[in-house]
C-alpha cells in the first residue's frame, strides 16, 4: 500500500470547515483512499473512501486530486465532538480490508 | 446502527498467564480482524480471519496469539503467556465482505499485564 504524508496537528473553530490534507504521491491505479478517525483511544470510526472521484456522505466530503497524488477530507461545520485524529490511508482495491495505520493528524475543534 | 461489542473492556493479568479476549462481530458480517495500539503508537495489524481460517497476520501474531470462532457468533483472541510487552488496546473489527469494504471497530479491551 502507499505511503501517505499528512500534517500532525491541525486546530479548527467549531461550525467551521476542517480541511485536512494528505499526501499520496506514489498511489497507483487501483489503490483506493480511506479516511478513518479516533476519537480519545475508541475504536477507529469510518469516515469516508475514494478512488478518484470526489465523495460525499452524511460525515464529510472527499475531494481528491487529478492526479490522484493528494487528496482533502472536509469536515463543513466542525464541532467539538469532532475532535480526534484522522487517519488518511491508501488501500489496495482487488483484496483484502487490511488497514496500515499511520499517526495521523490530530484535529483539535475549539470555541 | 450495529456495533462490534468487546468485553472486558479492561482486563488486568499476570505475567505468563493466558488471556482471552472476545469480540462480538456484527451479525452479517464475514470478515473478522484484531488490532492492537501500544499506549501512544500507531494502531497496528495482528489477523484477519474469514471461514474459520486466518486469512493474513502480521509478525506480530506469532505462536503466542491464537484466534477462534468457538461458537459463529463470537470472536476471541486468545495470548496463551502474556508479556508485559503485550500490554495494548486491542479492537476487533468486522466486515461484511473482504473486498474495499469498510471496517467496524469494536471499542476496544484495555489489557494490562503486570
Known amino acids: 500500500d502507499a505511503k501517505t504524508t499528512q500534517p500532525p496537528s491541525m486546530d479548527c473553530a467549531e461550525g467551521r470547515a476542517a480541511n485536512l490534507p494528505c499526501n499520496h504521491s506514489?498511489?497507483?491505479?487501483?489503490?483506493?483512499v480511506y479516511w478513518y478517525r479516533q476519537i480519545h483511544s475508541q475504536g477507529p470510526q469510518y469516515i469516508i473512501h475514494?478512488?478518484?472521484n470526489n465523495e460525499t456522505n452524511e460525515m464529510a466530503s472527499l475531494i481528491i486530486t487529478e492526479d490522484r497524488k493528494s487528496s482533502t477530507l472536509i469536515l463543513p461545520h466542525a464541532t467539538l465532538r469532532d475532535t480526534a485524529v484522522y487517519y488518511c490511508i491508501v488501500r489496495q482495491g482487488g483484496g483484502g480490508n487490511k488497514l496500515t495505520f499511520g499517526t495521523g493528524t490530530q484535529l483539535k475543534v475549539e470555541l | 446502527e450495529p456495533e462490534v461489542t468487546q468485553t472486558p473492556s479492561h482486563q488486568v493479568t499476570q505475567m505468563g498467564q493466558e488471556v482471552i479476549l472476545r469480540c462480538v462481530p456484527i451479525?452479517?458480517?464475514?470478515?473478522f480482524y484484531w488490532y492492537r495500539q501500544i499506549l501512544g503508537q500507531k494502531v497496528e495489524f495482528l489477523v484477519s480471519f474469514y471461514n474459520n481460517e486466518i486469512s493474513e497476520k502480521s509478525e506480530i501474531f506469532d505462536d503466542q496469539f491464537s484466534v477462534e470462532r468457538p461458537d459463529g457468533s463470537n470472536f476471541t483472541l486468545k495470548i496463551r503467556s502474556t508479556k508485559l510487552e503485550d500490554s495494548a488496546m486491542y479492537f476487533c473489527?468486522?466486515?461484511?465482505?473482504?473486498?474495499?469494504?469498510?471496517?467496524?471497530f469494536g471499542s476496544g479491551t484495555q489489557l494490562s499485564v503486570l
Open positions: 451479525s452479517n458480517h464475514l470478515y
Open positions: 506514489t498511489i497507483s491505479g487501483n489503490e483506493y
Open positions: 473489527a468486522s466486515s461484511r465482505t473482504g473486498f474495499n469494504e469498510k471496517l467496524f
Open positions: 475514494g478512488l478518484k
